[in-house]
């Protein structure tokens, strides 16, 4: 059974940084590709970045250029690095396998306020 353990969230100021760390237990194929998801209060979970096994990105608009998706296959461990937040990124942060059946963790959640 394959678990996703996100860490990393907080409060930070606009324009601040953060590194979001998502750790995957159990058993699964360790290049998988893997995604970052957000869900705001009031929102449906929306996708942020993807990262293939052999590391080619993707990323939504309103996160390129600040946000920067990264892997380690020996750790089967995923990571966002969150450069110049905004208010508007407040939203709990969660890690998958896209299009995948496994189980949502519990997220962390990330608040960007003064």
């Not at 907080?10 to 699964?28: D, E, H, Y």
């Not at 052999?54 to 969150?82: C, E, P, W």
């Amino acid at each position: 059974q394959v678990q996703f353990v996100e860490s990393g969230g907080g409060l930070v100021q606009p324009g601040g940084s953060l590194r979001l760390s998502c750790a995957a237990s159990g058993t699964i194929f360790r290049f998988y590709a893997r995604a970052w998801y957000r869900q705001a209060p009031g929102n449906q979970r929306e996708l942020v970045a993807t990262i293939t096994g052999h590391g080619s990105t993707n990323y939504a608009d309103s996160v390129k250029g600040r946000f920067t998706i990264s892997r380690d296959n020996t750790k089967n461990t995923v990571y966002l690095q969150m450069n110049s937040l905004k208010p508007q990124d407040t939203a709990v942060y969660y890690c998958n396998v896209p299009d995948s059946q496994f189980s949502w963790g519990q997220g962390t959640q990330v608040t960007v306020s003064s």
